[in-house]
């Protein structure tokens, strides 16, 4: 599509049901790089035509074959994080370790950025382990952002693990209070309803452990220029938005950003925040917010 929405072409990218597209992402000389549920990279030229495909290569024994793909190196690498199997000897709630690792357009892997916290689990019991925090990590030129999400704590890191700095924010937690908890459970109970996860959702969620903290984030994005946009965690809202701490690329904070909380940002420019939002009836749309910073004018949208 077009910047006024009008259709300009269709790429046939492969099966929608054996290959659907996972995530794309746009490269310089307008084109695009594709990653297919069958783990197969392509890149499109400007055009749409189809120029190399590639499947990635297996990440190691050591890690599990599912990988999640977390954006794309400005010179069309890619990052994905793998996960460690589940420790089978380990018991109660802890963090499942991961691995950041870079592939290169032609499927092979190019290099890791070490091993790092991921999400938090309950090893052996049938429960979860609810409002536990889990890790957000982004490409930037050559290195990662990443946040365990426990902490404010972000962390740039170098291809092999090497942390270069740590910004910080001195922000308490937030406790989990027994209303937070009621309200999570009744809302699982209305998702599965009429289904055959009704049956056990209730041993499930007495199975299941809850935090006594949230998460301090959830979400990391770069934008076009370097900044680095962090989500504070939120659960839930009444209308209120989700709130993003913004930092430049040497760490120093700039200010505190708003976002429609159903806006599923897909790029941050200079001066707009382009995302997709879906109505109640499934409709959805491309939107493109002002992005308007203290001292140039003009009134925020």
Do not use: C
């Not at 392509?42 to 499947?55: L, P």
């Not at 690498?77 to 691995?99: H, N, V």
């Not at 991921?118 to 889990?134: C, E, H, K, M, S």
């Not at 430049?248 to 505190?256: A, C, I, V």
């Amino acid at each position: 599509f077009d910047a006024a929405g009008l259709h300009v072409r269709t790429i046939p990218i492969g099966d929608p049901v054996e290959s659907p597209p996972v995530r794309v992402w746009e490269l310089p000389g307008d084109s695009i790089l594709v990653y297919q549920a069958n783990k197969v990279i392509t890149v499109f030229d400007a055009a749409g035509s189809r120029a190399r495909s590639a499947t990635l290569a297996s990440p190691g024994p050591d890690l599990e074959a599912d990988l999640l793909p977390l954006g794309a190196f400005r010179d069309g690498s890619m990052l994905f994080r793998a996960t460690f199997p589940r420790d089978s000897t380990l018991s109660g709630a802890g963090r499942r370790k991961i691995r950041l690792l870079q592939y290169a357009t032609d499927g092979t892997l190019r290099g890791t950025f070490g091993e790092l916290d991921g999400a938090t689990v309950l090893y052996q019991d049938r429960g979860g382990y609810i409002f536990g925090p889990d890790a957000s990590a982004v490409p930037a030129d050559s290195t990662v952002w990443y946040a365990s999400g426990d902490h404010f704590d972000l962390r740039e890191v170098a291809a092999g693990g090497r942390t270069l700095r740590i910004d910080r924010m001195t922000k308490p937690g937030v406790p989990v209070l027994q209303t937070d908890i009621s309200a999570y459970r009744q809302a699982a109970v209305r998702q599965v309803a009429n289904t055959p996860r009704a049956e056990t959702i209730g041993a499930t969620l007495d199975a299941s452990v809850f935090a006594d903290t949230f998460p301090a984030l959830d979400r990391v994005v770069l934008d076009d220029v370097g900044n680095v946009w962090v989500r504070n965690y939120q659960w839930f809202d009444l209308g209120s938005g989700k709130s993003w701490s913004v930092f430049d690329p040497d760490g120093r904070f700039l200010g505190e950003v708003a976002t429609p909380s159903i806006l599923d940002i897909h790029q941050i420019g200079a001066d707009f925040v382009l995302g997709r939002m879906s109505d109640g009836r499934g409709h959805e749309a491309v939107y493109i917010f002002d992005l308007i910073k203290p001292g140039t004018g003009g009134t925020p949208p």
